[in-house]
C-alpha cells in the first residue's frame, strides 16, 4: 500500500545559519526523489515573511507566515536553528506561543542546532533526553533543567522529539527520520546520492576521539598524528613517519616516548584500532575492507588487535555499537 505524504513545517527565524535549513531541507527533497514521489511536502514558514536574511547574509525567500489559526497542523515540525540568547530574539519568542499551544497535535517535533532554545522555552524538553551544538549545551543545561541535556551523541531522539547538535548533524537527523519512515536501505540510498562522506549515527560523538587528542596536542605531535591518520592504509615504519614530518627516526621515537608515553609504532597501532572502531560502529563495510582501510592487515591481526586493546572481536565491537542493520 502506497503510504500517504507527511507535511513538513521548517521554521525559520532570522540569522538562522543556512545549513540549518539546507541540509535537512536536501535530505527530504532527495527522499522524494529516490521515492519517485512526494512522501515530504515542504514549506518555510516563519515569524517573517516572505524572507529572512540568514546569519552569514545569504537571504531565503519563499518564507509564509506562522498561520494564527490551527486548522492544519504538518505532521513534522523542524526548528531551523535559533538564538541561545536571553531572552529570546523576536522572531523565536514568536515561535514559543506557538509552539506551546500546538504541541501536543503534531507527531514530530525536531530542532536543529539551537533550535533547542525554542523547543526549550516551549516545555518541549521538559523530561526528555536533547542536545544542541556544543558550545551551548551547558547553556541549554542551565536554563531548563527539566531536560535531560546531553552531550555525547550529535543527535537524540525521545520518543515523538529529535533534537540535533549543530549544523551538519541535523543531515544526520534527517537521515535517521528518513530511515524511521521508509527503511534502511531507502536512507542509504539518499547519503550515497548527496555524496556523504559517512552517514552517522546519533552516537557519534560530537567530537572525534582523534579530534580531542589533536586539540590538546603541541603543533609537533599534531603532525605525527595527522600525518599517520592521511596514510593509515599504508605501511608505516619509523623512518617513513619521521621522512614525512622532517625528523630523525631517532628524534622521533624520543618525541613520541616524551611526549606521549608510546612508541611511534604504538601511536600508529592506536591510531588504527580507533579508527576500525569508527567504521564498525559507523559503516556496513565488511570487517576485511575495514582491516584493509586501517593497515591493521589481515582479520587475524585486527581480532588480536581488538582482543587486547578492547577485550571484545571486532565482531562483538560491531554488535554493541553498530547503527547499520544488514
Known sequence: MRQRSRSVWFLVVPNTGLLNIGGPWEVLGHTNDVLGRTAYELQLVGPRSPAVTTGHGIVVGGIRSLPKTSSTLPDIVIVAGGSPRTPLPEGEATLVPWLRRHRERIPTLVSICTGAFVLGEAGVLDGRRATTHWQHVAELR???PAAQVVEEGIFVQDKQVWTSAGLSAGVDLTLALVEEHHGHALAMAVAKRMVLFLRRSGNQPQFSSALRRQEKEPP????????????????LPVARIAAGIGMSPRTLSRFCREHLQESPAEIVRRLRVDEAKRLLAETPLPLKDISARTGLGNLSTMWRAFSEQLGVTPAVYRERFSSCRS
Not at 609537533?220 to 605501511?235: A, G
Request: avoid cysteine.
Open 142 to 144: 542551565s536554563r531548563f
Open 220 to 235: 609537533r605531535l599534531r603532525d605525527i598524528s595527522t600525518f599517520v591518520l592521511e596514510h593509515l592504509e599504508q605501511p
